[in-house]
């Protein structure tokens, strides 16, 4: 089955400790993206990327780091310098010139 | 700058009874409108989408929106809701040309027995 997977579903951290969150996809897709998700604020873009080896910070990049070495992968870093890590963490792809995004089913970072 | 407004945050409903759940958005080019649900601890599903021709868009689920350029709207609507439709519903908005979703806040539907 095509789709997307992110792992862990549940992720513990001590406060300070980075932690990488992992997004796989076999839909072919060129263009994959992460968004952090908090109660009563949507969803908000962190980083995007439309091609391998490049990719551009959304609106709350802080304290993020990302790498696109490989079409079907797009890592997400959560480094210490990010003051308020614990979010749900969604990662989602997309076919370059076609708006419609298919989501993970998330990653839940909870900073201890 | 371009932004979506979802003016309920909660919407509380009876089983069969029918429901809109608003969606206003604010831009100044062409765009194109999405609307996805999410049930908990879950990633997010598209419901149905806007993308240009017939203002009535149906989706699954028995879920259809309306594009209304002059009131820069697009709310959902169903015309009778099942317990199993208590979710939470986005709203999108993407500018032609670009790859990027401006999400509204969100709005959960909880439908009642």
């Known amino acids: 089955d095509g789709g997307i997977t992110q792992s862990p579903k549940y992720l513990f951290r001590k406060e300070g400790q980075n932690v990488t969150l992992s997004c796989e996809q076999n839909?072919?897709?060129?263009?994959m993206y992460w968004y952090r998700q908090d109660p009563g604020q949507g969803l908000r873009l962190i980083y995007y990327?439309?091609?391998?080896?490049?990719?551009q910070k959304g609106d709350i990049a802080e304290g993020y780091s990302v790498s696109r070495e490989k079409k079907e992968s797009f890592p997400l870093t959560v480094t210490s310098a990010q003051k308020n890590p614990t979010a749900f963490y969604l990662c989602?792809?997309?076919?370059?010139?076609?708006?419609?995004?298919?989501f993970g089913p998330g990653t839940r970072l909870t900073v201890l | 700058a371009q932004s979506v407004t979802q003016l309920d945050s909660q919407v509380p409903v009876f089983e069969e009874a029918p429901v809109e759940l608003r969606c206003n958005y604010s831009s100044s080019v062409s765009v194109y409108l999405f609307w996805y649900v999410q049930y908990p601890n879950q990633g997010l599903q598209l419901l149905l989408k806007y993308l240009s021709g017939s203002t009535l868009v149906k989706g699954i689920n028995g879920f259809e929106a309306e594009f209304n350029k002059s009131q820069t709207s697009f709310h959902l609507r169903k015309p009778s809701v099942h317990i199993s439709d208590t979710a939470e519903y986005f709203c999108a908005v993407s500018d032609l040309g670009t790859y990027k979703y401006i999400f509204g806040t969100g709005t959960r539907l909880k439908v009642l027995a």
């Open positions: 839909l072919n897709h060129d263009a």
């Open positions: 989602a792809s997309s076919i370059v010139g076609n708006n419609e995004q298919f």
């Open positions: 990327s439309q091609i391998v080896n490049d990719f």
